[in-house]
């Protein structure tokens, strides 16, 4: 079936440095991922829809300069946390749209210390 | 505000028996409904679905039940297995009668299934 490769699956970083994180649909084209982030005891929570070619869709009280997108070719799309603080420790996960639906990554489990 | 609602953070059943999630939803947009399943380190994966003009669905094991002028919908499984011990997501879809994949999820019940 249609397999999202989400990197890195852990990543530990120091307030104030940016980490990207990437999401890769192997053997489909994705023209739709949603970036999704979980807090501890909290639900999946929609971040942004980014579309090939075009600029993310960001959900109300996400800062876009914060939480840079790209999703420059059908098979990559990459989220970037810029200047991360111990507050953006969370838990990020990737959905690429399916014509059947949406599939997901294995998420990032992303610590700022 | 939490649009998507599961109230039971964990439930524990016997083999064999029956396992019943729910989830309780606000918003009367939603007019598609799914259940995704996640292990330990690994993203979610779908499970069954429904749209809001059918009242039930099954597949196999899983039997999802969508009871709209309660807004709330509940995930049988029978009978349930040790693997199917996982953290299960109800989630939900406005517009496009599912074709619109923006999701919104409830917190998640972790089921355990005791051998």
């Known amino acids: 079936g249609a397999v999202v490769s989400q990197h890195p699956s852990r990543v530990i970083c120091k307030s104030g440095t940016s980490v990207k994180i990437e999401c890769r649909s192997l053997?489909?084209?994705?023209?739709?991922m949603f970036w999704y982030r979980q807090f501890p005891k909290q639900s999946l929570m929609l971040m942004a829809t980014?579309?090939?070619?075009?600029?993310?869709?960001?959900e109300q009280g996400v800062e876009k300069d914060k939480f840079l997108i790209n999703h420059a070719s059908l098979t990559l799309s990459t989220l970037t946390v810029t200047s991360a603080h111990p507050e953006d420790s969370s838990f990020y996960i990737c959905?690429?749209?399916?014509?059947?639906?949406?599939?997901f990554g294995s998420g990032t489990r992303l610590t700022v210390v | 505000d939490q649009q998507v609602k599961q109230n039971s953070p964990s439930l524990s059943v016997q083999e064999g028996r029956i396992s019943i999630l729910n989830c309780d939803y606000t918003?009367?947009?939603?007019?598609?409904f799914l259940w995704y399943k996640k292990y330990p380190a690994e993203g979610p994966t779908f499970l069954i679905s429904?749209?809001?003009?059918?009242d039930k669905n099954e597949d196999g094991r899983f039997t999802v039940f969508l009871n709209k002028s309660a807004k709330h919908l509940s995930l049988h499984i029978v009978p349930s297995q040790p693997g199917d011990s996982a953290v299960y997501f109800c989630?939900?879809?406005?517009?496009?009668?599912?074709?619109?994949?923006?999701?919104?999820f409830g917190k998640g019940t972790l089921l355990t299934v005791n051998p």
């Open positions: 918003n009367s947009m939603f007019d598609y």
């Open positions: 959905s690429a749209r399916l014509s059947s639906g949406v599939t």
């Open positions: 053997d489909f084209q994705a023209t739709t």
């Open positions: 980014s579309n090939e070619g075009s600029k993310a869709t960001y």
């Open positions: 989630a939900a879809s406005a517009g496009g009668g599912g074709s619109n994949y923006k999701l919104t």
């Open positions: 429904i749209s809001s003009i059918k």
